[in-house]
């Protein structure tokens, strides 16, 4: 059975508010239901369209003044340093149309950096009562970052985050994001030292990600570069961690999904670029996938860490497939 069968059936399970569109994102991209993230995705992908027209005036102008929403927030009740209300003011502050907030989904494995189940309903009745006390001067919405190990939320949530922190191999949870030497570890011990068979488990995951978690927006897309800044860790040109990532891109282009750029590893001092890293990000333009600006943040003051500056990547452009 051909992979266009299975795409093909994909795309008939989209939500019933997720319209396909061919004008301003490309020929896979599904605009999102909620009005907030909806308006948010507009903004970059109108942005992005003019950067592609060298000759209208404006094609290169700053993004001051640009109204920027971020969906992807964590607070105190997984790792994030500021409440909810913090994080409300500092958007309120800055002028965000709409805020966000995605706490980690709980994973029994790993307790030590995401929402206890306790927590999780604490943090729903503060984020939804922050939402009325909110109405009519900023949009606040309740997510979640599902994690793919989670299991689905007994409750119902304006968007999911899926993400990909952990690689399961021989019965062990190998975390993809918590230090180099961790990751080092653990590919030797479980991978025989082959970071590309690791690559392979781990886009495996991702490229699942929408059948598993139903999420509206994917998270960090190439988490596993994050301790790549200097190259020595993989070739992220590599044909098997390309074929790997392509392979993953094409399950999730035919799902109704955002694809991050995220700028949470810039904001604390991992990357100079965002995830995903420019061959990706280009790949995701060219076959029409859609993006949304997401920081990822941690702490307040890093609530819209290095979006404006994303608004005016020239690198966004996109090319022609030969
Ligand atoms: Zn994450
Ligand atoms: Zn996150």
């Known amino acids: 059975m051909g992979g266009s069968d299975r795409n093909h059936s994909l795309a008939e399970f989209a939500p019933a508010g997720a319209k396909k569109t061919e004008s301003l994102f490309g020929r896979n991209s599904f605009l999102p239901e909620n009005p907030a993230i909806a308006a948010s995705v507009e903004a970059f992908a109108r942005g992005a369209q003019r950067r592609c027209d060298p000759d209208r005036p404006g094609a290169r102008r700053s993004g001051s003044g640009s109204k920027i929403s971020n969906f992807h927030t964590h607070t105190v009740y997984c790792d994030g340093k500021d409440t909810p209300r913090a994080l409300a003011e500092e958007a309120l502050r800055l002028g965000c149309p709409a805020l966000g907030f995605s706490g980690h989904s709980y994973t029994a494995f790993d307790p030590s950096w995401c929402m206890s189940p306790e927590g999780t309903m604490e943090y729903r009745r503060e984020v939804l009562a922050l939402r009325e006390e909110y109405a009519g001067r900023m949009a606040i919405l309740l997510g979640l970052e599902q994690d793919y190990w989670s299991e689905p939320p007994g409750e119902k949530y304006d968007y999911l985050i899926g993400s990909v922190h952990y ?68 070739d992220e040109t590599h044909p098997r961690y390309l074929r790997a990532a392509g392979e993953a891109l094409d399950r999730l282009l035919e799902a109704p999904v955002l694809f991050e750029i995220n700028t949470g590893a810039m904001a604390r ?33 890093q609530l819209l860490y290095g979006l404006a500056d994303q608004l005016n990547q020239p690198y966004e452009r996109v090319e022609e497939a030969p």
């Not at 068979?197 to 699942?208: K, P, T």
């Not at 929408?210 to 800044?229: A, M, P, Q, S, Y």
């Not at 990706?280 to 859609?290: D, P, S, V």
């Open 269 to 301: 001092g991992y990357r100079t670029t965002p995830y995903p890293g420019p061959v990706l990000r280009r790949a995701i333009a060219r076959k029409g996938g859609t993006f949304i600006l997401s920081s990822d943040c941690h702490r307040k003051e």
């Open 167 to 234: 690689v399961r191999k021989d019965g062990e949870y190998l975390p993809v994001d918590e230090s180099r030497e961790i990751l080092l570890k653990g590919v030797e011990k479980l991978y025989g030292g082959d970071i590309y068979a690791f690559a392979e488990d781990y886009f495996r995951l991702v490229g699942d990600l929408w059948e598993r978690t139903r999420c509206r927006i994917v998270g960090h897309f190439d988490l596993l570069t994050k301790f790549n800044e200097d190259g020595t860790l993989l």
